[in-house]
């Protein structure tokens, strides 16, 4: 039976970048080593992280003044390491779901922190808009897209302070203005590589500006910058899987490309959502994220989750049970997802309306 998979995270990866990582756990660069085996300073493996660097710059234009790293630790290490390399006196933070809030959490430790606006009044289920961003603060931290809660900042704004981003769940899947960040990272398994490499990119001249406590040696972001990403051995195997995507992307046709291709997959599946007699959204239409579609059954019918579950499963669907935290379902639709995995995905839903179509009143014209 076809798989479907639409875990979120570790998640699906293409074709091309699970064999061709297989193939070099086996045998590397005809090394007659295996990748898990080959030493990180070896000159085959130095010009697989030189060419995932320079990949990442040309994707996502990555200016001069900006360093690419491959840092271990996922997002979640980077909630403490951008406060401890950034935060002298106080920075300002959007709360727009679980990851943003660990994120405060982190920052508070290092110094005063503002929440600018919280979408947590509503269990984080939209954007917020109106926010005020004093221009004291050293750095304005957003999430841009929020895995759990199926919301995206599909805008923006410009401010008046340097600018952080978590892109963990949405990075290469559209076109970003690296210029206006001081510093972006993203754990890859998401849309990258399998979980264990972090991407970070970083505004040289905007560190070494904390002068009031030291920064431990792996925690400052200019150890890294200095040694290229190989101050200590860094996550081998998922930097070459890294490469693999990266390579894979552009031969696709580049991140505009994908964005296209990721905005008809989520048309396709909103539009059975809305259109569909018994499941219903849980994030603000005009929030509603690209990468992480969520929807539960409406209220008369939430009876018939479990059923809708195993209904699925047997239809190959895999990973479509919502987080805790939210319940219902969600489908991540991640660069490497096909939109045949989509389409599959709204015929079982239609088929599973269809079995209890006599519970659904008939429409009132």
Same mark, same amino acid.
């Not at 340097?162 to 290469?172: E, L, Q, T, Y």
């Not at 989520?266 to 599946?269: D, K």
């Given at each position: 039976m076809t798989k479907y998979n639409f875990y979120a995270g570790p998640s699906i990866l293409s074709r091309s970048t699970i064999s061709n990582t297989a193939d070099a756990i086996l045998n590397f660069e005809n090394?007659?080593?295996s990748l898990m085996e080959i030493s990180h300073r070896s000159k085959e493996f130095i010009a697989v992280s030189d060419e995932a660097r320079a990949l990442v710059r040309e994707l996502l234009d990555v @200016?001069?003044?900006h360093e690419v790293l491959f840092l271990g630790g996922g997002a979640s290490l980077q909630f403490c390491m951008a406060p401890y390399n950034l935060l002298r006196t106080k920075a300002s933070y959007l709360d727009t779901g679980i990851w943003a809030s660990k994120a405060i959490e982190e920052a508070r430790l290092f110094g005063e922190v503002d929440v600018v606006a919280s979408s947590s009044d509503s269990n984080y289920d939209y954007i917020p808009k109106i926010y005020w961003v004093k221009k004291d603060a050293d750095y304005f931290h957003i999430t841009t897209n929020n895995t759990i809660f199926g919301t995206q900042m599909h805008r923006i704004y410009d401010v008046d302070v @340097?600018?952080?981003?978590?892109?963990?769940?949405?990075?290469?899947s559209r076109p970003v203005d690296v210029s206006k960040y001081d510093l972006i990272y993203a754990g890859a398994q998401k849309n990258l590589a399998p979980s264990g490499v972090t991407i970070v990119i970083v505004r040289v001249d905007a560190l070494n500006k904390v002068q009031d406590r030291p920064v431990p040696t792996m925690l400052n972001y200019m150890t890294h910058v200095k040694n290229k990403s190989m101050f200590n051995t860094p996550p081998v195997v998922p930097i070459y899987a890294a490469l693999q995507t990266l390579r894979w992307y552009k031969e696709s046709g580049g991140i505009k490309v994908l964005q296209k291709k990721n905005e008809e997959k989520?048309?396709?599946?909103y539009d059975r959502i809305d259109s569909s007699r018994i499941f219903t959204g849980t994030a603000a239409i005009e929030d509603r994220s690209l990468m992480n579609a969520c929807w539960r059954l409406k209220d008369n019918y939430i009876d018939l989750e479990d059923e809708f579950l195993a209904y699925a499963a047997a239809d190959g669907m895999v990973g479509i049970k919502g987080h805790r935290s939210v319940g219902g379902f969600r489908a991540s639709l991640y660069n490497a997802l096909p939109i045949e995995s989509v389409r599959a995905l709204i015929n079982t839903m239609k088929a599973f309306e269809a079995k209890h179509a006599s519970r659904i009143p008939p429409l009132v014209r």
């Open positions: 090394t007659g080593l @200016p001069a003044t @340097p600018m952080v981003a978590d892109m963990s769940s949405d990075i290469f989520a048309e396709i599946l």
